[in-house]
């Protein structure tokens, strides 16, 4: 075999056994090992994306990627422990680690343990310090592409995140998978160990305990006083100390600690109401004042009993319940 014969073998070598990656990425200066994945990367900063699943929507630059996909919904590759279905055998590979707990790739400076390569390699940076992604419509540097891709939206505005139910949209998928729990679902997996009422999101409940257990962890640098919430801290500090901003309403001169605050109070001077029942004509200034009045129409109950689960609407509901519920337990001591 001649020498012209072996140039490409290698070129196909020095990419593939030594890392070598000619093709970059002008947005991002993501490198690229061979120049049709650099074409299918650039799809991702467009936001093109031209394959369709049938089932749940779900949108793909590559048919490829549509094809990997689809194994979800066909059970292809699926876990025989918890029953998830993956894209590839090599997922599901993955996937198993963890259940049985390896964690092949070790980190050489911390000794931290990670089921996948790409983890590693992400985590190694926080030791270097190696920022390799770069926006160029900036001087910020990221240490993962997908950060960089979330920052550039920033820039360009693009929110290719479509909530199906509502029709906003959001930069970044995690954001709206956040959106579709808080908003549209009514499931609300934390409850209250005191009265039973149920909260979307644990922070929520942690605050709410407070009101129970007398507990204040904000603590004021200026006095003795304590508080059960930050917020009770910030207009503390901007009443009693004179530090932070007011925000003033321009109409009536009102004071706000928060900006939203402020914007909600102006509406009610401008008779502005943006938020709209679905179920009826009503609109309302704020989204929380929405959300209160959408229970006259749903059946969505916030308490439940701490005992047997039962759910009520009112807290008044599940205290009498909770009573007679502990009587057929044989807990009533716990109210006498």
């Known amino acids: ?53 049938g089932q749940c929507e779900k949108w793909f630059s590559t048919q490829t990627g549509l094809c990997r996909h689809m194994n979800i919904h066909r059970g292809k590759h699926k876990c025989t ?45 926080i030791h270097s310090g190696e920022k390799p992604y770069k926006c160029h419509m900036c001087d910020k540097a990221f240490n993962e592409s997908r950060h960089l891709d979330n920052h550039v939206r920033v820039h360009t505005g693009e929110k290719p995140y479509k909530c199906s139910l509502c029709n906003k949209s959001f930069s970044r998928s995690d954001n709206l998978q956040t ?45 003795s006083e304590r508080f059960t919430s930050g917020y009770q801290l910030k207009v503390h500090l901007l009443e009693s100390h004179n530090e932070g901003t007011w925000f003033t309403c321009h109409i009536c001169q009102k004071k706000f600690s928060l900006s939203r605050d402020l914007k909600i109070h102006i509406r009610r001077h401008e008779g502005v109401k943006p938020y709209v029942c679905c179920e009826c004509p009503k609109r309302f200034c704020s989204s929380s004042e929405l959300k209160q009045h959408q229970k006259v129409h749903s059946d969505v109950r916030d308490f439940a009993c701490g005992f047997c689960a039962t759910p009520f609407k009112h807290k008044y509901s599940v205290l009498i319940h909770v009573k007679t ?11 006498t």
Request: charged share 25%; glycine share 4%; proline share 3%.
């Open 179 to 223: 959106h579709k729990r808080l908003v549209h679902s009514n499931i609300r997996p934390y409850d209250c160990p005191y009265c039973g009422k149920l909260f979307k999101r644990n922070s929520h409940l942690k605050c709410h305990v407070r009101t129970h257990t007398g507990a204040k962890p904000y603590s004021c640098r200026h006095c």
């Open 325 to 335: 519920c502990a009587y057929k337990i044989d807990l009533a001591d716990l109210f």
């Open 81 to 125: 422990e918890c029953g998830k279905c993956c894209q590839s055998n090599s997922d599901l590979a993955v996937h198993m680690r963890s259940h049985s707990g390896e964690k092949p790739f070790e980190c050489t400076v911390c000794n931290k343990q990670f089921t996948q390569l790409g983890n590693l390699v992400s985590h190694s940076r």
């Open 1 to 53: 075999m001649n020498k012209a014969d072996d140039k490409p073998r290698l070129i196909d070598h020095k990419r593939t056994q030594h890392g070598e990656k000619k093709f970059v990425c002008e947005v991002c200066d993501k490198r690229f090992t061979w120049k049709c994945h650099l074409n299918r990367h650039k799809l991702s900063h467009t936001g093109e994306n031209v394959y369709t699943c």
